[in-house]
């Protein structure tokens, strides 16, 4: 079980449970040794009772002894069994009974001993033996004890019965030796034990600390087998918003990974095991509790578990570091904007002052005309300016959708992007930085679309066009240029090209363009983020970005992405909807700006019954008082009540009706809006449009 850290932990905890162990170990020793003791005194009993009854008169008395004996000894043992302090100092029974017994039987068997020294003799063994066994405890004094005893009253009986100097030093020389040697071997079992304890105490120590350090590590930590979770950490759980490491095992090693990034994982897992190699880390996707999906990135390594292998998974979530990345390209993407920002407001300006000033023309022309003025003149007049006004509008609405595009400040990391499109409209933003320093060349042949982001990959483009066009001195555009290819690449891809004839790059430079915050551009003009976000963007969809620069000749930047192999979507073209027999329809339009409103009541109005309303309020009204629309072109974006409030309604109320509305948005700059336009099946249309396209969108809505 791994600890929850919130008890308080003893640090000599391991160090008491061996001692306690070694203690138990002792108390079970002392409760054989004294069993064996009074079996050994009992059996001594009846052997010496037999042999006297066999006829071996020399042995009498020595059966009583061994009685008393065997008694005392079994005494001993009972209280053992009962009271633990009595079987903790049984020891003493060594020198005190087992000796004291030794020497009875010899006094109550030497008088009658045809060579009492040769059975004295004979008894220094057994005493030896008790000796021996008093290691049992350890203890170098009751070693010393038993033998200093067995000693004087063996040598008291060696010279009771004449058996001589050398006799009596020899036993007595031989009993302190084997004390000796007991007590040193004794010494040396304690310090085994001791170090031992310290080791084993050191080593649980350590062990406890890592087993915190990975229980509280703020990566996830998962051991596998085989798809089976052996172990996992708290923060894992955590990460995953599961109850508990329990319901982590229950899941299995597979199912921590969503199911699109499991193949990749299992595949890792399994070289990792089979090669006993760590791998590299590596971004993928975990499934959370509730369908959440949690970015990481994710490490490998073989390690030995228990007595097999098993492969450690080591889990960073990432989505703090995403959602400050998403800071940082928006961030880079709004100061790429804000650079713009004078060259966007001249490309402006100029179809502006355009549409404007034919606008007034033609006001002064119907203001001095009488009633009795020449039509043919007046429409004359018109078929000439409304060309101009519809190029000049048409540049103005184009540019908008441009900034449209790239400062989306939330958008979808993946999607399918037209290159051609992106970079038509990346050379549009960047159109006055380039004019004024180099000549434009496009070469764009037919290639398929990308697995990418619009406003990501416009950025990657933008940015990549904006320091081709800061390379050049300005004051000699004819004598630059910046060429942008898009072409084919290899396996199916694309390859598009940035090259300009600018002031190139040392080797040295080239190396370090992609590092983040390095910049060669004066103080206050670069955050050296631009290059390393379009080196991040441009890896995260699969594809490479490369640089080929000398000084004085220019710089090449080259990116390869992978086609998105996307079957196209269907498209309503405007003559396909004008062969189409398309019925009349209520229409119902809801938008808080009346111009909008009304513009698209005089479009509809010549083949639909339009109502045209500025408060979704009163829309919501009417359908409360019964009536029904075949369509509802409704205003995303509107003060106090939304287009996804009126929706919401709508839905309570009839979902047939919620079903036909149509969202009209000039641009999703919430969260949530950007949210209900992701999800909602409902169609949209993006503002501006013109009259063909929204003919050709309500004639398939009501077809």
Not at 589 to 597: G, K, P, R, S
């Amino acid at each position: 079980m791994i600890s929850d850290g919130t008890r308080h932990k003893d640090t000599s905890a391991p160090a008491h449970a061996i001692r306690r162990a070694r203690s138990e170990q002792r108390l079970r020793n002392a409760h054989v040794l004294n069993g064996v003791r009074a079996g050994a005194a009992a059996a001594l009993a009846l052997a010496f009772f037999a042999a006297t009854r066999l006829g071996a008169s020399e042995w009498s008395g020595a059966d009583a002894v061994c009685a008393i004996w065997s008694v005392l000894a079994a005494a001993v043992a009972i209280a053992g069994l009962r009271w633990r302090a009595v079987a903790v100092r049984s020891g003493l029974a060594f020198p005190f009974l087992d000796v004291v017994g030794i020497v009875a039987v010899q006094l109550a068997v030497l008088p009658a001993m045809s060579d009492p020294p040769r059975v004295v003799a004979m008894a220094t063994a057994p005493l030896a033996l008790l000796v021996v066994g008093s290691t049992f405890w350890l203890e170098r004094w009751l070693i010393w004890l038993t033998a200093g005893l067995a000693a004087a009253a063996q040598g008291a009986l060696m010279v009771r019965y004449d058996a001589g100097a050398v006799a009596v030093g020899v036993t007595a020389l031989s009993l302190v030796v084997m004390a000796a040697v007991t007590a040193y071997g004794a010494s040396r079992i304690h310090a085994l034990n001791e170090s031992t304890t310290k080791y084993v105490t050191d080593l649980q120590l350590v062990e406890e600390a890592f087993r915190d350090l990975i229980t509280h590590s703020p990566d996830g930590i998962v051991v596998h087998r085989d798809g089976e979770v052996l172990y996992a950490n708290t923060q894992l759980a955590a990460l995953l918003q599961v109850a508990n490491i329990q319901a982590v095992r229950a899941r299995g090693a597979g199912a921590l990974v969503h199911p699109d990034d499991r193949p990749r994982f299992e595949r890792r897992v399994a070289a990792v095991a089979h090669e006993g190699v760590p791998s590299e880390p590596a971004e993928l996707r975990l499934a959370g509790e509730g369908g959440r999906v949690i970015p990481a990135e994710v490490r490998d390594v073989p390690i030995q578990f228990g007595d097999q292998q098993a492969v450690l998974t080591v889990v960073r979530d990432l989505t703090g570091l995403k959602q400050m990345q998403e800071r940082l390209f928006v961030a880079d993407r709004m100061a790429s904007m804000g650079t713009l920002a004078a060259g966007v407001a001249h490309e402006i300006n100029n179809p502006l002052t355009a549409v404007v000033g034919h606008v007034d023309l033609l006001e002064a022309e119907l203001a001095t005309a009488g009633p009795d003025a020449d039509d043919d003149r007046l429409r004359a007049a018109l078929v000439e300016a409304m060309p101009d006004l519809r190029e000049g509008l048409t540049r103005v609405r184009d540019i908008v959708r441009d900034l449209n595009v790239f400062s989306r400040a939330r958008d979808a990391a993946d999607g399918v992007a037209d290159v051609r499109k992106v970079l038509d409209s990346s050379l549009r933003m960047a159109a006055n930085e380039i004019r004024h320093r180099a000549r434009l060349e496009r070469e764009f042949h037919d290639v398929p679309p990308v697995r990418a982001s619009e406003a990501r990959l416009g950025q990657v483009f933008l940015n990549l066009a904006v320091n081709a066009a800061q390379s050049i001195p300005e004051g000699n555009a004819e004598r630059h240029v910046i060429r942008v290819v898009a072409r084919p690449g290899p396996d199916a891809g694309v390859v598009v090209e940035f090259s300009d004839t600018g002031s190139g790059m040392t080797p040295e430079l080239r190396r370090r363009i992609f590092d983040p915050f390095f910049t060669t551009k004066p103080a206050g003009v670069g955050t050296g983020l631009g290059l390393a976000i379009c080196e991040r963007i441009v890896t995260e969809v699969g594809g490479t970005i490369t640089v080929e620069s000398e000084v004085g000749r220019g710089s090449t930047f080259r990116i390869n992405l992978p086609a998105a192999h996307a079957a196209p979507s269907p498209t309503v073209t405007p003559a396909a909807a004008a062969a189409r027999e398309v019925r009349r329809a209520r229409i119902l339009v809801v938008d808080d700006e009346a111009l909008v409103a009304q513009m698209i009541e005089r479009i509809l109005s010549r083949q639909h019954e339009v109502h045209a309303l500025t408060d979704a309020a009163e829309a919501l009204r009417r359908i409360d008082a019964g009536e029904r629309f075949d369509l509802i072109l409704c205003d995303l974006m509107m003060p106090h009540v939304t287009g996804m409030d009126l929706h919401a309604e709508i839905r309570m109320r009839s979902q047939a009706q919620a079903d036909r509305m149509i969202f009209l948005t000039g641009g999703a700059f919430t969260e949530r809006a950007q949210a209900f336009l992701r999800d909602a099946p409902n169609l949209r249309l993006d503002k501006p449009f013109d009259a063909a396209t929204l003919r050709v969108l309500v004639a398939h809505a009501v077809s």
